[in-house]
């Protein structure tokens, strides 16, 4: 059982735009920032979206994050075939002195 | 480029001991807080242990207290995780990743892993 909780699964079509939720409590998503990794499966994690909501160099700005009180989301936008993969969130946990991860959300593209 | 390239994982019995490395490259290493995160086999990822940049102050999940040490030799360029009294639930792909220092920085750099199996 993650400490953050994330739908397992999301599909959308191309073009389409789908959002996958983070829900933590005080002592994480509440307290701290929230960053998002893509990880194609085999492969490792990718930094997709740190500090909420900023992109590091060479994510597309399709995909864009959000946060409010202790939930987070990630939002992807004229989805891509490509774009099918695992996405994870994380933010550092007050009570567990580290970092703690989402379950992860596999996106399909229909 | 920066680079990290985990080494020594591979088959152990239930009970034992390994040691895995992670070679540091193109960034200044003395500056990073280094991390292993974990994922066992169609599963989400898990971080295991966190090292500052001296090497002084090491934090830990707490399904591996006490059996995992986590160090760092910055002379080397190299991050390691002793991993000691290794049970089934150990087996995983280990990723060593570097952030930034801070509770709130992202793992910006990862390996590509080094799978660790534990079984008889």
């Known amino acids: 059982q993650s400490v953050l909780t994330q739908p397992p699964s999301a599909s959308g079509t191309p073009g389409q735009r789908v959002t996958i939720s983070c829900s933590g409590s005080s002592s994480n998503i509440g307290s701290h920032i929230v960053n998002w990794y893509q990880q194609i499966p085999g492969t490792a994690p990718k930094l997709l979206i740190y500090t909420n909501d900023k992109r590091p160099s060479g994510v597309p700005d399709r995909f864009s994050g959000s946060k409010s009180g202790t939930s987070a989301s990630l939002a992807i936008s004229g989805l891509q075939s490509e774009d099918e993969s695992d996405y994870y969130c994380a933010a550092w946990d007050d009570s567990l002195n580290g970092p703690v991860f989402g379950g992860g959300t596999r996106l399909t593209v229909l | 480029e920066v680079q990290l390239v985990e080494s020594g994982g591979g088959l152990v019995q239930p009970g034992g001991s390994l040691r895995l490395s992670c070679a540091a490259s193109?960034?200044?290493?003395?500056?990073?807080?280094m991390h292993w995160v974990r994922q066992s086999p169609g599963k989400g990822l898990e971080w295991v242990s966190l090292i500052y940049t001296g090497g002084t102050t090491t934090l830990y999940a707490d399904s591996v207290k006490g059996r995992f040490t986590i160090s760092r030799d910055n002379a080397k360029n190299t991050l390691y995780l002793q991993m000691n009294s290794l049970r089934a639930e150990d087996t995983a792909v280990y990723y060593c990743?570097?952030?930034?220092?801070?509770?709130?920085?992202?793992?910006?750099?990862w390996g590509p892993g080094t799978l660790v199996r534990v079984s008889s």
């Open positions: 990743a570097r952030s930034g220092g801070g509770t709130d920085s992202g793992f910006d750099s």
């Open positions: 193109g960034f200044r290493f003395s500056s990073f807080w």
